[in-house]
């Protein structure tokens, strides 16, 4: 485990996985919302970032302010948005595991996992972070509804809001969604691209429009059985990127064991040929 301090002074957890035998490459994990970085595995035996370590990767796993074991704050108590995230936390983050790996940021591929990748680009699209190696987007998407969306899209995401506004914090664990509540402030941000159908910061920053700007390869891929992102939602990032190879659809129709979701990409051993396509990427 390392640790990094932001600019603001909040301690984020980084775990890591040394690789075995020589280093190949070095990623950087970032998570989903609601959750944090422990399914990525770095601190178990098999999985996903052992996987990579055994095969010459050395793998970190970042856990975002409030997540996991990166508290305080806590999203009970504290606020943050999405910004944060961008601005604060992923920097960071690059700094400490360059500093730790003794690597220059273009040696660096990030892996960002939905909430993960949406940050790496918008850090990447804004100069919020240096150049890197090589980005791969694990169902990245933004839901960009607008007033004429679909309407299930738009009543989850107005559902979302109003379970953050009696507590301050959206009750994930409560609900049980997942492991990690989500402050108010960062629900409302969200939500909020959701009905204009645009994705900006809270300064009016376009992301969606600083994609253009992305000059690293990418790779994006989702599960076929995604509900909460499909194939044509992770398109909407990867289409703009200049540098991004055609996205790869995990499931039984493309060879692989089954129609992967959100969080089996990572979980489930039996990705692990898309795990070594991942290392593929990291490493050519």
Do not use: K
Not at 128 to 136: D, K, N, Q, S
């Amino acid at each position: 485990m390392i640790g990094a301090v932001t600019a603001d002074g909040v301690r984020l957890h980084l775990g890591r996985v040394q690789a075995q035998g020589a280093r190949r490459g070095v990623v950087l994990c970032t998570h989903a919302m609601m959750a944090h970085g422990r399914y990525f595995g770095a601190s178990r035996r098999p999985g996903f970032a052992a996987f990579l370590a055994e095969r010459g990767i050395e793998v970190f796993v970042l856990d975002w302010r409030g997540h996991g074991l990166s508290r305080p704050p806590d999203p009970r108590r504290d606020q943050w948005c999405f910004d944060d995230y961008v601005e604060l936390d992923l920097p960071a983050a690059i700094a400490a595991v360059c500093r730790t790996a003794r690597i220059d940021p273009r040696e660096l591929t990030i892996l960002g996992h939905s909430l993960g990748g949406l940050a790496t680009c918008a850090a990447l699209g804004t100069g919020r972070i240096p150049p890197v190696r090589a980005i791969a987007l694990a169902a990245t998407n933004v839901w960009l509804n607008g007033p004429r969306g679909p309407r299930a899209r738009r009543a989850l995401m107005s559902l979302y809001d109003l379970s953050s506004r009696p507590f301050g914090f959206a009750p994930i664990r409560l609900a049980r969604m997942g492991t990690d509540d989500e402050p108010r402030d960062y629900v409302a941000q969200l939500t909020t691209w959701a009905r204009t159908g645009r994705w900006t910061s809270r300064t009016g920053v376009d992301y969606l429009a600083s994609l253009d700007r992305i000059d690293v390869p990418a790779w994006a891929f989702v599960g076929a059985g995604d509900r909460f992102c499909r194939a044509d939602d992770a398109e909407q990032i990867r289409s703009r990127l200049a540098h991004a190879r055609p996205l790869r659809v995990v499931g039984e129709a493309h060879g692989d064991a089954f129609d992967a979701d959100h969080f089996r990409l990572f979980t489930d051993g039996q990705m692990a040929p898309l795990w070594t396509e991942l290392i593929s990427f990291a490493t050519s």
